[in-house]
């Protein structure tokens, strides 16, 4: 494997080629649906747009070996975790919030960023074998890297994402990427975008204290 990561709408080309991915758990899932179902449908029908509109970053990884055939995809974008440690408001400063209706009052945030999509392409799996521990490598060779860039040149404290599956994928992040789900003693709590409802959100600090 000769592997490079880019950035989705950085060549048009890509537009024909992640026609070509596909995610085999997600084949049960009908692709004719008023709304967008799966990492295999977003990639495909709404990854483009949301990059360009700066919603998300896209990233492709592609294999130069494969004539660029695309081995993963991620997505990356700016966010934060409410922290429900840092105390009660005050009745002034609940009024003042409820007198703005443009305003929620959140006891503190911690700034993050969130994975926001990470999927591996089967057919590629098919064409080269399914090697082991793909996963595992990309993660921290292509994706880390670039939270690592980000978290040099402004505030950021953890990564996060919401994880859609079993149990058995969530083990998987904890084993494999030490990411950790919340407990009854948590004072963290996500802000959960409606199309995550259903998925278990786990992190990891990057500084902690």
């Not at 179902?37 to 592609?62: F, P, Q, S, T």
């Not at 130069?64 to 009660?88: H, N, P, Q, T, W």
Request: glycine share 6%; charged share 25%; hydrophobic share 40%.
């Amino acid at each position: 494997m000769r592997l490079i990561c880019v950035p989705l709408t950085d060549d048009r080309r890509h537009e024909e080629a992640i026609k070509d991915f596909v995610i085999d758990r997600e084949a049960g899932i009908p692709k004719n649906l008023d709304y967008v179902a799966g990492l295999e449908a977003y990639l495909k029908r709404c990854a483009w747009y949301d990059d360009m509109n700066h919603d998300v970053k896209i990233y492709l990884i592609k294999d130069l070996e494969m004539e660029g055939e695309i081995v993963a995809y991620f997505g990356l974008r700016a966010g934060s975790v409410i922290d429900r440690s840092k105390g009660i408001f005050s009745m002034q400063e609940v009024e003042e919030a409820l007198n703005n209706q443009n305003v929620k009052l959140v006891p503190a945030t911690h700034p993050g960023i969130e994975i926001s999509h990470f999927a591996v392409n089967d057919n590629y799996r098919r064409k080269v074998g399914n090697i082991k521990g793909l996963g595992e490598y990309l993660y921290p060779e292509f994706i880390f890297p670039i939270i690592l860039d980000v978290f040099d040149k402004i505030g950021v404290r953890l990564i996060y994402l919401f994880a859609a599956g079993d149990e058995h994928l969530i083990r998987y992040y904890r084993r494999v990427f030490r990411f950790q789900t919340l407990d009854a003693n948590d004072t963290n709590t996500p802000i959960l975008p409606s199309y995550d409802k259903g998925c278990t959100f786990i992190y990891d600090w990057i500084v902690h204290g």
